[in-house]
C-alpha cells in the first residue's frame, strides 16, 4: 500500500511546481479529467478539483487521461517514443483493437509492448486497453449518461458485454494479494436499476445506485478510508452480496449475512450499526434512531450519519423516515426508497 503525503504538502508541491514530488503523487483534475505531475507547468487548478494519487496506475483506474504538458506515464525516466505514440493512440480510441498484428504493422514489437506495460503498469498491454476503456466508461456513468449509452458507446456491443469486459477487466481473477490491497467493485442489476457494489477482502464496503451523484464523492472517501486503488473485479463476497440481493428483492430475504466493512467515525459507526439492527419491513424516526443510539438532541447528526451511509439496502438506511411520516429524504431518490418500503412490506403482509 502507498501512502500519499499530507494533503496540505501536496497542495503546497504542486503549487511551487516542486518537481522533487514527481512520481510520489500524481495530481487528477476533475473539471477536465487530466492528471498531471506535480511539477506539470499547466495553469494550476482549484484544490477542490484535485484528486490525488499515489501511483498514475490509480489515476489511470479512476478514469482521467495523462497531461500532454508534463507527461505524467514518464515520471520515471523518459517514455520511449514508441510507446508516447501508442499510449495517445489509445488514449484517443481505447475502444479500437489492437491485435499484435496491428502492433506490428505500426513498427511495435508486442512482446516488447507486453514487457513494458507490465513493468510500467503492472498489467498487460490488452489489460491496459481495457482500463482505458472503462476509465473512459466509468467518468460518463458519473456524469450521469445512461449505462446501455455508455456501454455501446464504447465499443462494448451490449449491456452485458460491457459488465463482463468489467468484470474480467485485468485479466486474472483478483487473487489474494490483489483482494489485499485494493477495493473490487462490479456491477448488479437489480429491479431499481444497476447498484455497484465495492468490497475489500473483509467485506462489502459499498452499494450504491449508479445514478446517485455522490458516487464520486464515495469513490473518493473510499480511497481515502481504506488507502487503496479501486478496480473493477469481484471477490466471494459481492458473489454473496448478488445472490442475497436477488432473493432480497424475490422477497425471500429479510436478513443479510453477507460481512460488512463501513469504517467511520464513531458516531457513525453507532449510527450505521443501530440501522442494521431494524428490522425488514419496519421503519423508525430520525427521532427514534437518535434515541435508540442514546443522543436524543443528535437528531440532525443522526439524519447527517444517516445520509453518508455508503451501503445502500443492507445498512437499510431506507427504514428511516420523518415523524409525521413522511419518506424523508435518500440519496439514491425517494422513489426508491418508497419501492423498497412498499417490497418490504408487501412480503412483510403476505
Ligand atoms: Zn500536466
Not at 489485499?180 to 473483509?202: E, H, N, R
Request: net charge positive; charged share 25%; with cysteine.
Amino acid at each position: 500500500m502507498t501512502a500519499l503525503p499530507s494533503t496540505q504538502e501536496m497542495e503546497r508541491a504542486y503549487r511551487a511546481r516542486d518537481n522533487s514530488y514527481d512520481g510520489i503523487f500524481f495530481m487528477g483534475v476533475r473539471s477536465t479529467g487530466i492528471f498531471c505531475r506535480p511539477s506539470c507547468p499547466s495553469r494550476k487548478p482549484q484544490p477542490q478539483n484535485v484528486e490525488f494519487f499515489p501511483t498514475a496506475r490509480e489515476a489511470l483506474f479512476a478514469g482521467f487521461r495523462p497531461c500532454k504538458r508534463c507527461k505524467p506515464l514518464s515520471v520515471h525516466g523518459e517514455t520511449p517514443g514508441w510507446i508516447s505514440s501508442l499510449v495517445n493512440r489509445v488514449g484517443r480510441d481505447p475502444g479500437a483493437r489492437y491485435t499484435d498484428a496491428y502492433l506490428r504493422s505500426e513498427g511495435v514489437d508486442p512482446v516488447r509492448a507486453r514487457r513494458y506495460f507490465q513493468k510500467t503498469f503492472g498489467m498487460s498491454f490488452q489489460a491496459y486497453c481495457r482500463s482505458r476503456r472503462l476509465g473512459k466508461a466509468l467518468e460518463q456513468i458519473r456524469l450521469g449518461v445512461d449505462l446501455d449509452d455508455v456501454a455501446l458507446g464504447h465499443g462494448f456491443n451490449s449491456h452485458s458485454g460491457f459488465r463482463e469486459a468489467f468484470a474480467r477487466a485485468f485479466g486474472a481473477p483478483p487473487g489474494k494479494s490483489r483482494d489485499a490491497d485494493c477495493i473490487v467493485v462490479a456491477w448488479i442489476q437489480s429491479p431499481l436499476g444497476p447498484l455497484v457494489a465495492g468490497a475489500t477482502s473483509k467485506g462489502i464496503c459499498m452499494l450504491e445506485f449508479t445514478d446517485r451523484r455522490m458516487l464520486d464523492e464515495q469513490f473518493r472517501t473510499l480511497r481515502r478510508r481504506f488507502g487503496c486503488a479501486i478496480v473493477p473485479g469481484e471477490n466471494r463476497h459481492v458473489a454473496q452480496l448478488k445472490t442475497e440481493l436477488a432473493a432480497y428483492f424475490a422477497g425471500t430475504l429479510r436478513q443479510f449475512t453477507v460481512p460488512l466493512e463501513y469504517p467511520g467515525t464513531p458516531f457513525q459507526q453507532r449510527v450505521w450499526g443501530e440501522l442494521r439492527r431494524i428490522p425488514h419491513g419496519r421503519t423508525i424516526s430520525y427521532e427514534e434512531l437518535a434515541r435508540r443510539i442514546g443522543s436524543p438532541s443528535a437528531q440532525r447528526a443522526v439524519g447527517h450519519a444517516n445520509g453518508l451511509n455508503r451501503i445502500a439496502i443492507v445498512i437499510p438506511c431506507h427504514r428511516v423516515v420523518n415523524k409525521s411520516g413522511e419518506l424523508g429524504g435518500y440519496g439514491g431518490g425517494l422513489w426508491r426508497k418508497q419501492k423498497l418500503l412498499a417490497l418490504e412490506q408487501e412480503k412483510a403482509a403476505t
